[in-house]
C-alpha cells in the first residue's frame, strides 16, 4: 500500500506532406511559382511557393515513475526517455520563384525584373535526437502545516543530426573567429529543488 510503479510505454506519429503536383513546364524539371504584377491587377501561377515540404515526426517514448510512502515522508524517482526520428523537408524556392513587374518582360522570356530565385537541390534535414530526464523528490511533512519538498531533476537533449553536419564545413574556419564544430550538447543540467508549503 505504500509503494506505486507506473510503467509506460509509447509511440506517437506526426506527417505532414504539401505537395508541388506533377505539372511541367518548358525548359524547367518542375512548374515554378509565377507572379506578373501589372498597375491594377497581379495574375499568379504555380502551386504554393512554398511546396513541395514535408516534415515527419516518430516518437518512442519509455516513462516510469516510483512513489514510495514512508512516515512523514513521500519519496518519488522517475525517468523519462524520448527518441525522435524525423526527417524534415523544406528547401525554400526549391522550384524557382519568379516575379515579373510587367507582363511584357514576362511575355519575352527576359529575366524577372521584380525578384528571380532558386534553390540548388532539395535536401532532407534530419531533426533525429535523444531526450532523457530523470528526477528524485521527498516531500516531508514536518508537522501537520509544514511541508518541505526536495528533489533534484537532470535533463539531456542531443543536439540533432542535421545540426551536427556543421562540422562538414570546418575547412571553412577562421581561428578566433568563426569555429564550424559539431555542437555540443549539455551534460551537466541538474537543477535542484526546493519547496515549503
Known amino acids: 500500500p505504500n509503494l506505486t510503479n507506473e510503467f509506460r510505454v509509447g509511440f506517437n506519429r506526426y506527417a505532414n506532406t504539401l505537395p508541388a503536383g506533377n505539372f511541367s513546364y518548358p525548359g524547367l524539371d518542375q512548374f515554378p511559382y509565377l507572379q506578373?504584377?501589372?498597375?491594377?491587377?497581379?495574375?499568379?501561377?504555380?502551386?504554393?511557393?512554398?511546396?513541395?515540404?514535408?516534415t515527419i515526426q516518430n516518437m518512442y517514448?519509455?516513462?516510469?515513475?516510483?512513489?514510495?510512502?514512508?512516515?512523514?515522508?513521500?519519496?518519488?524517482?522517475?525517468?523519462?526517455?524520448?527518441?525522435?526520428?524525423?526527417?524534415q523537408g523544406?528547401?525554400?524556392?526549391?522550384?524557382g520563384d519568379y516575379e515579373y513587374n510587367k507582363l511584357d518582360v514576362f511575355l519575352h522570356d527576359l529575366a524577372p525584373d521584380s525578384f528571380g530565385e532558386r534553390s540548388a537541390g532539395n535536401h532532407t534535414y534530419y531533426g533525429?535526437?535523444?531526450?532523457?530526464?530523470?528526477?528524485?523528490?521527498?516531500?516531508?511533512?514536518?508537522?501537520?502545516?509544514?511541508?518541505?519538498?526536495i528533489g533534484l531533476r537532470y535533463e539531456f537533449t542531443s543536439v540533432?543530426?542535421?545540426?551536427?553536419a556543421q562540422v562538414l564545413n570546418s575547412a571553412a574556419s577562421v581561428?578566433?573567429?568563426?569555429?564550424?564544430n559539431a555542437p555540443q550538447p549539455t551534460y551537466t543540467a541538474f537543477a535542484p529543488r526546493f519547496g515549503i508549503n
Request: charged residues 20%.
Open 90 to 95: 523544406f528547401t525554400q524556392r526549391a522550384r
Open 160 to 164: 540533432p543530426t542535421g545540426e551536427r
Open 61 to 87: 517514448q519509455v516513462t516510469d515513475n516510483v512513489s514510495y510512502v514512508k512516515g512523514n515522508h513521500t519519496f518519488k524517482i522517475g525517468f523519462d526517455g524520448r527518441k525522435y526520428i524525423s526527417p
Open 128 to 149: 533525429d535526437q535523444t531526450a532523457l530526464y530523470s528526477y528524485i523528490n521527498d516531500t516531508w511533512r514536518v508537522t501537520p502545516k509544514v511541508t518541505f519538498n
Open 175 to 180: 581561428p578566433g573567429l568563426v569555429s564550424f
Open 36 to 54: 506578373i504584377v501589372g498597375d491594377m491587377d497581379s495574375l499568379t501561377l504555380g502551386t504554393d511557393g512554398n511546396a513541395p515540404q514535408f
